[in-house]
Structure formats: C-alpha cells, structure tokens
C-alpha cells in the first residue's frame, strides 16, 4: 500500500463512493478521512475526479454574490439618500444635565451643525461601502473622442484630398 493512502481492504468501499459520484470532500466524509488521502488514493486506483459539477457550482456561487453584493449596494445607497434627507427634516435633540441630571429636548426646523456633519458622514461611509462592493463602470467618454476626433480626421483627410484634386485640376488647366 503506498504511504497516505486508503488501506487495501477500503479500496472497493472507496470505489463503490467514486462511482455513486461522490466528489473527493463527500467521500472524505464518508470514510472519515482527509480529503488529501482520498487525493493520493483516487490517483493510486487510477481514478479521477469530475469537476465540471464543482466549476459550475462555484460559477453559480460566485453569481450569487455577485448578485447579493449588487443588492447590497444598491441599500447602502438607500440609506445613504435617507440620511442625507434627515439633515433637512425637523430633528429634535435632547440631553440629560444639569445636577439633578434633567432631561431637556428642542426641536429645529432642520438638524443642527453637528448632527449634519454625523448625518453627512454616515452616508459618505455608506456610499463608499456600496462603491467597494459594486464598483462604477468607467465612463470617460473616451471612446467616443476617439470615434469623433476619428470621424473628424476622415473628414479633414478626405476635404484634403479633395483640395489637392482641385489644386491639381486648375495647375493641369492652367498649363494647358
């Protein structure tokens, strides 16, 4: 038997997993092994694993992140919008003071100085969170310069040439 392997007498149980279609993290389960032995053993049987099942299932993961990442972002910027209104709302402020520790309130017609620049920073984090997990899609426009300043320099060529021809035209005229 060679060294990190399943033990001789294990083998038909492994194959029997193998060809049930058990991937190699199940068939570590089962066996109550780990999933490196199970490696060794798959290539001293001669046998391998599919993996396509799993790329798809990661593929399929991943665009379920993607997706929820997406979510995400979109109510980071909710909160942030809903934030960024609560500095304009009628906010009341309240404090507890004075020696017998009295609770005291005002409300303004919008949120104070300071409760505006925490409001205002809330929502910049929640904006920056929502950028990280879904990026902007660059929009320069830097393609369409370049398709313009293309366009123009066709034009600028062909008006060239069309000058040329007609500078060639009355020189040949001319001469005649």
Do not use: C
């Not at 060809?19 to 190699?24: N, S, V």
């Not at 293309?150 to 008006?159: C, N, Q, V, Y």
Request: hydrophobic share 40%.
């Amino acid at each position: 038997m060679p060294d990190g392997t399943v033990s001789p007498d294990r083998f038909d149980e492994f194959r029997e997993h193998h060809t049930a279609g058990l991937g190699r993290n199940a068939i570590a389960r089962a066996m109550g092994l780990p999933a490196s032995v199970i490696s060794r053993t798959a290539v001293h049987l001669g046998l391998d694993f599919d993996r396509s099942r799993i790329q798809a299932a990661t593929a399929a993961r991943l665009a379920d992140l993607e997706e929820r990442r997406a979510l995400l972002a979109e109510d980071l910027v909710s909160d942030a919008e809903k934030l960024r209104q609560q500095m304009w709302e009628p906010t009341t402020v309240y404090a507890f003071g004075g020696k017998d520790n009295e609770y005291n309130e005002h409300t303004f017609g919008e949120a104070p100085a300071a409760e505006k620049r925490a409001l205002m920073g809330t929502a910049g984090m929640a904006i920056d969170r929502s950028l990280k997990l879904a990026p902007r899609e660059p929009n320069s426009g830097l393609d369409n310069a370049k398709s313009m300043l293309s366009s123009l320099g066709d034009a600028l060529t062909a008006l060239s040439r069309a000058e040329d021809e007609r500078e060639s035209e009355q020189a040949e005229g001319e001469q005649a």
